[in-house]
Structure formats: structure tokens, C-alpha cells
């Protein structure tokens, strides 16, 4: 198994795309320290920038159930959820400032201000205790599928050792979901009930995690950030949950949800302009979520200033 | 109850290596891969007549792993053929701390993961490219066990067990 722990890049050059390219399809990894295209460093800087988002705006909406979490354990899990997720953010936040496109600080400006995205699956409300059960079970294993598809290949060293631990991490947390989910599946009728209603909201945002059909000529499969296209995931995942909610007697919410000739579950059609709309941030709980994070990351500036006065004296 | 396996001296040394092997096949749910027995999580195993007893500390109270960890220890050495029944206990000590990782699970942590100890001087190296310019980002990463730092040679986030 080739170690992650491999010597930086020496500054290596490319001639052109092509030779990139070259470079890319031989297994190469590219380095910090490396001059790479410039098309290659904006495309991945986008990517972490995204990825780096969406693991900040989950962390601080598994903060607001802490305290709703029924028991001792689940809270215990939903706080170290919680750290997980910022803990991911600051390391993915640290990756894409050093690629010298934005500063962290405008990546978060900019994600304040809306000008930014993040995951489908955070703009939209969670309703009850059990949207957060949908969410550990379905929105966890999507995202966990999907990262663990970039990590397959990665073809930028420092993302794919963040990634690496990121990935053990999410596996852990479908664990829990998958111990929570049980437990409501087991569950009285009341709490099923509460499951499949929660299904019904989050099902669908579950499976457009991946994305509508990639483009063939998606420049991060060509560059292998992205090891499959979005269809091969999603298609997937739904092979892999339609049969294991139905088994604990779930309802899929797509009356067209049938089995092809070779056994294969297909879904109706997605229509993808809602999500879109949705990316835009124009998502029924985007503002809010936004919202709360802008006034999360304000209340918080005195910490960053005594932060910043105790390193500057440091310094002296 | 069933009749209890033929339990002498013997055979309980027997199924002791057993069961040292199979608690010592548990990986830790958050590094796939690490035993916990490398991470300095067992304390003790023992067997008595035919019965296995797994004392296991951990890393910080409060820890999310640790029901999945005990879980996964009995399944390990319920799947023994020998074992008649498996307790497993957390214990209130002693305390765990980073030395308490193996040579083998520092190996693993530094190659696969880039997680690094710090050195008994206090000093880190980068697990990537050797320098020693690894500088403290935050105390908190994220999970209780490690902070997070930058290697300003190679421009990795690497993390420290602490």
C-alpha cells in the first residue's frame, strides 16, 4: 500500500495541460510545492472550498440538537459529532487558504455573505428528533460515500491526508446512525411513524447529494479529484439503501420506485432545477442557516481577537 | 446452564493467547487499521474457567467510541469457540496517555493517518516530510484525542495525539 507520509513536491513544473495530464494518468500526486496549472489549483481550491463549507455548516446544525439529543449518550454523540465536523472544516479550511486562492477569512466571508456553497442537505429544515436520525443514517452514509469516492484517488496529497482521517471519521459516525435508526425502527409505532415521515423529507435531498449526471468532460475526473462520476455514486447508494429501509419496513417516498429486469431499483426522474435553485442558496432553510452561522462566527470574535493578542505577544 | 467447558490451569492458558488474539483484532472505530491493543487501550485480559475478562481504558472520558468498542471486543471473542463468556469493563485507571501507543501503532498512525506523538522534549516532527517546523493551529481537533498543527516545510495540516 503506498504511505501517505511521502516526501513534498520539489517545486516540479509541467509544459503543458497535456503533460500534466501525463503526470495525472501515470498515478502522480501533486504537492503544495509544486507549480501546478493554474485551471487544476482554481478547480480544486473550489472543491475544498465546498467540501470545507458543507463540514462547517454540519457541525453547527448537529450543534443546535446537542441539546435536544434525548439521553446522555446521544448527546455525547451528537458533541463529538459536532467537534468532528469543525475539527474537518479547520483542516480542509487550512488546505485551500495554503492553495492561495482566497484566505480563509474570505472563505468564510464569503460563505457568510451567501456568495459561497456548501451541501444540498444543509438548506433544509429538520423538523423533529427523527429528521436527525434520517440525517445520521441517510445524509451520513451519502456523505460519507461521496468522500470516500474523491479519496479513492485524490490526486492532491494534502486533501487526501486530511481526507484519510476525515473518511474514518464519517465511517464512524454511519455507525452511530445506523445504531440510532435502529433503535426508532424497534421502536414503538409512534417513533416508526416519526421515522417515516422524517424519510419522507429527507430521501430525496439523501440521494441529490451526489449531484445531477457528471459532465464526461468534468475536469476533476479527468485530474482525478473525483475517482467516479456523480450518476455511478448515487446509483449506488440507492441500490444499497432502497433494499435496507424496506427491510426494517420503510416506505421509499417514489411511487415509481421499481426493479428492472437485472434487479436493479430505479427511481422516478429527478428533477434537478429545484436543487439548483437550492445551490444558489435559495434552499427553504438556507437563510436561516446562514444566518445562524454569520451570527455564530460574530459572537465568536472575541475569541479570535484574545487568540490573536496572546500569539502576538508571543511573538515579541 | 450448560455444562461449562473442562476448565483447568491448561486449557485457560490456552484460550488466553485466544483471546489476547482476538481482543488484540479489534481495530479502533475512528483509525481503521489500529489495533486497540497498539493504541494502549487494554489493560488487562484474563481468563477464568473459560471465562474471559477485557479491562479496557480510555483515551478521555466522554469518549464516543467507547460502547462500539466494547461492543466490538465482545463479538471478537464471542466468536471463540472456547469462551463461555466475555465481560468486558472500563476502568477508572489508570489514566491513558499518548506513550501508552506501541511502536507499531505509532508506525501506523504516522504513515497512514499523518497523526504524530509528540517527542518526550515536547518537540514534533512532520510525519511527512521529516522537518521539525510543525507549529501548533488549535488545541482542539476533531476528537478529544488530538490537536491540530502545520508544517510550514511540506504545508501538510498534520494532527498530534495528546
Known amino acids: 500500500m503506498q504511505t501517505l507520509a511521502t516526501s513534498p513536491g520539489r517545486g516540479r513544473t509541467w509544459s503543458d495541460l497535456d503533460d500534466f495530464q501525463t503526470f495525472i494518468d501515470d498515478g502522480g500526486m501533486v504537492e503544495p510545492g509544486d507549480d501546478m496549472p493554474d485551471e487544476y489549483r482554481q478547480e480544486v481550491f473550489r472543491f475544498i472550498e465546498f467540501h470545507a463549507n458543507s463540514e462547517l455548516m454540519g457541525g453547527l446544525t448537529e450543534r443546535d440538537w446537542i441539546p435536544h ?126 421515522f417515516q415521515e422524517a424519510l419522507g423529507r429527507w430521501w430525496w435531498p439523501a440521494v441529490q447529494l451526489f449531484g445531477p449526471d457528471s459532465d464526461p468532460n468534468d475536469p476533476l475526473l479527468a485530474w482525478k479529484i473525483k475517482s467516479q462520476p456523480n450518476e455511478a455514486l448515487r446509483d449506488a447508494y440507492v441500490q444499497k439503501y432502497v433494499p435496507l429501509l424496506q427491510g426494517y419496513g420503510f416506505r421509499i417516498p417514489d411511487d415509481a420506485l421499481h426493479q428492472n429486469l437485472d434487479g436493479q431499483w430505479q427511481t422516478r426522474p429527478i428533477d434537478w432545477a429545484p436543487l439548483k435553485a437550492t445551490m444558489r442558496n435559495g434552499g427553504p432553510d438556507s437563510r436561516r442557516r446562514i444566518e445562524t452561522a454569520r451570527r455564530n462566527w460574530s459572537d465568536t470574535a472575541w475569541v479570535r481577537d484574545a487568540l490573536d493578542q496572546s500569539t502576538e505577544r508571543a511573538g515579541e | 446452564m450448560n455444562a461449562a467447558p473442562a476448565s483447568d490451569g491448561l486449557t485457560d492458558g490456552v484460550l488466553l493467547d485466544e483471546v489476547r488474539a482476538a481482543v488484540a483484532s479489534v481495530a ?121 498543527a502545520w508544517c510550514s516545510a511540506c504545508r501538510n495540516p498534520i494532527e498530534v495525539m495528546r
Open chain 2, 28 to 148: 479502533d472505530p475512528e483509525y481503521p487499521g489500529v489495533s486497540i491493543v497498539d493504541l494502549g487501550l487494554v489493560e488487562s485480559v484474563d481468563v477464568i474457567d473459560g471465562a474471559a475478562i477485557v479491562g479496557l481504558i480510555p483515551t478521555f472520558s466522554g469518549c464516543p467510541a467507547l460502547d462500539m468498542i466494547a461492543a466490538d471486543v465482545r463479538t471478537a471473542v464471542g466468536a471463540l469457540s472456547n469462551a463461555s463468556a466475555c465481560d468486558v469493563h472500563w476502568l477508572p485507571g489508570p489514566v491513558w496517555s499518548a506513550e501508552r501507543i506501541t511502536a507499531n501503532g505509532r508506525n501506523i498512525l504516522a504513515n497512514d493517518y499523518t497523526v504524530v506523538l509528540r517527542r518526550k522534549d515536547g518537540g514534533l516532527q512532520c510525519p511527512v516530510c521529516g522537518s521539525h517546523g510543525v507549529t501548533r493551529q488549535s488545541l482542539a481537533g476533531p476528537t478529544r484525542c488530538r490537536e491540530i
Open chain 1, 69 to 194: 439529543a434525548p439521553g446522555l449518550r446521544l448527546k455525547q454523540i451528537f458533541l463529538a459529532k459536532t467537534q468532528d465536523e469543525i475539527g474537518h472544516a479547520h483542516l480542509l479550511y487550512m488546505v485551500g487558504a495554503d492553495m492561495g486562492v482566497k484566505t480563509r477569512t474570505a472563505m468564510l466571508e464569503d460563505l457568510f455573505a451567501g456568495r459561497s456553497r456548501f451541501h444540498n442537505v444543509f438548506h433544509y429544515q429538520a423538523v423533529t428528533w427523527a429528521d436527525q436520525i434520517a440525517i445520521a443514517y441517510l445524509v451520513d452514509a451519502a456523505a460519507f460515500a461521496s468522500q470516500r469516492a474523491v479519496f479513492a484517488e485524490c490526486t492532491y496529497g494534502p486533501y487526501k491526508r486530511v481526507l484519510k482521517r476525515i473518511v474514518a471519521e464519517e465511517g464512524f459516525h454511519m455507525r452511530h446512525g445506523e445504531e440510532m435508526l435502529l433503535r426508532l425502527a424497534t421502536g414503538t409505532d409512534i417513533q416508526r411513524s416519526m
